[in-house]
């Protein structure tokens, strides 16, 4: 086994990196892959926390500055998706060395099907390095113009480093009528849509309960259409559910406070 390594990279910060690689991780650790998520954020983290991974001592920080194993920095989340999230301390982000991160990558890419690095916004080194290692690099863009213009660096840059673009997830879509089609983003870019996310308060609240959205409200517009893409990348056959807007009926929350996303 050798994991497929993918980089959700953007350009510009707050497309929504974080959110699919939690979300795509989470549904494709559901489908029953071996998934681990890396959090290269490593100046601005925040994966840990919208997955309630917040309280560890240990994390990428620790072992990008060399004092601990990358198999002591890595957690279960939901659905057996497995994290190594990163501190959020400034002195954890200046003894990071972010060209560590190869070497993280060769030590878990045996014991994986799927690695999914966040990576930072920006073409500083921290965000450069995860799209140079990956297999491919996903590109969460926003369908409004200067996300495009950055997203569009980036691509140039994963080229110019030798790496591959998979394609583009089009986030927070329908919120105004001026959006750029999917059609539009796919010529801007030059590159594959592989999935339209609609813009979802889901998403917001999954964040306030810690809890990835496929899991807190799987039902969602945002999560259906994460789940799509998941399957989609494991070449599953996607059954359509009906979506409901996060309202659940009681038999579902029910089910959820008993069996649902892990209580800190
Ligand atoms: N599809 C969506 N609908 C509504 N809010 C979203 C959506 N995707 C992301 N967000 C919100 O946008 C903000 C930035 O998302 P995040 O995933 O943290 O972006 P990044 O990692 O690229 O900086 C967060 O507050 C998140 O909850
Ligand atoms: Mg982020």
Do not use: W
Request: aromatic fraction near 4%.
């Amino acid at each position: 086994m050798t994991a497929v390594v993918y980089t959700i990279a953007s350009g510009k910060g707050g497309t929504g990196k974080t959110t699919t690689t939690v979300n795509l991780g989470t549904a494709l650790s559901a489908l029953g892959k071996r998934v681990v998520i890396l959090d290269a954020d490593i100046g601005m983290a925040n994966l840990g926390l919208v997955m309630g991974l917040e309280k560890h001592a240990v994390t990428l920080h620790e072992v990008l500055g060399g004092s601990a194993k990358i198999d002591d920095a890595i957690y279960e989340g939901a659905a057996g998706v497995m994290v190594a999230p990163c501190g959020v301390s400034l002195k954890g982000f200046q003894n990071s060395n972010p060209e560590r991160l190869k070497d993280v990558m060769g030590a878990l890419v045996e014991q994986f099907e799927i690695m999914l690095i966040d990576a930072p916004a920006g073409i500083s080194k921290d965000a450069v390095i995860p799209m140079a290692i990956a297999d491919e690099v996903i590109l969460v863009v926003n369908p409004e113009l200067s996300s495009m213009a950055d997203a569009l660096k980036t691509k140039v840059l994963t080229e110019m480093v030798g790496g591959k673009i998979k394609g583009a997830i089009v986030n927070r879509a329908g919120m105004e009528n001026v959006d750029i089609p999917k059609q539009k983003v796919a010529e801007l870019l030059n590159t594959r849509v592989i999935g339209v996310i609609p813009e979802d308060p889901n998403v917001r609240r999954a964040a306030a309960f810690k809890t990835p959205l496929v899991i807190n409200t799987p039902k969602s517009p945002a999560a259906v259409a994460y789940k799509r893409i998941a399957a989609q990348i494991t070449g599953a056959t996607f059954k359509e559910e009906p979506e409901n807007n996060g309202k659940e009926g009681f038999v579902e929350k029910l089910a959820k406070s008993l069996f649902g996303g892990r209580k800190k």
